[in-house]
């Protein structure tokens, strides 16, 4: 069974730069069929895709935030880390990562770890 698990710092200044890792386990990152979702959940709102990095190591954006997105990974640690810049108060949220996988024509996300909250602020 697979488990996601992320990491990173709670406390991020607005400016900078916020840097998550997403290790997993019991299953490989490069797997064909699956890929790898950055999704985040501000305080009182819905979830928000981020991002997307594909078993071949593509990667596609939400449009709002591919200006300041970065997803990426290192196979021999079976890592996706997310990268995003310029850091505003309301990037505060609660960040997961999540498999997908292809369910007829649209994806499901059948495994998430269990979040990892962040917060903006100086």
């Known amino acids: 069974q697979v488990k996601l698990q992320e990491s990173g710092p709670g406390l991020v200044k607005p400016s900078q730069q916020l840097s998550l890792t997403c290790t997993v386990s019991?299953?490989?990152?490069?797997?064909?069929?699956?890929?790898w979702n950055w999704i985040r959940q501000p305080p009182g709102k819905g979830l928000e895709w981020m991002g997307v990095?594909?078993?071949?190591?593509?990667?596609y954006y939400s449009p709002s935030l591919k200006s300041r997105t970065s997803i990426s990974r290192d196979t021999s640690k079976n890592q996706i880390s997310l990268e995003l810049t310029s850091v505003i108060p309301e990037d505060s949220a609660v960040y997961y990562c999540?498999?997908?996988?292809?369910?007829?024509?649209?994806?499901?996300?059948?495994?998430w770890g269990q979040g990892t909250q962040v917060t903006v602020s100086s």
């Open positions: 999540a498999r997908g996988r292809r369910d007829g024509s649209s994806w499901l996300l059948d495994s």
């Open positions: 019991g299953g490989s990152i490069t797997t064909n069929g699956y890929a």
């Open positions: 990095i594909a078993y071949q190591g593509t990667t």
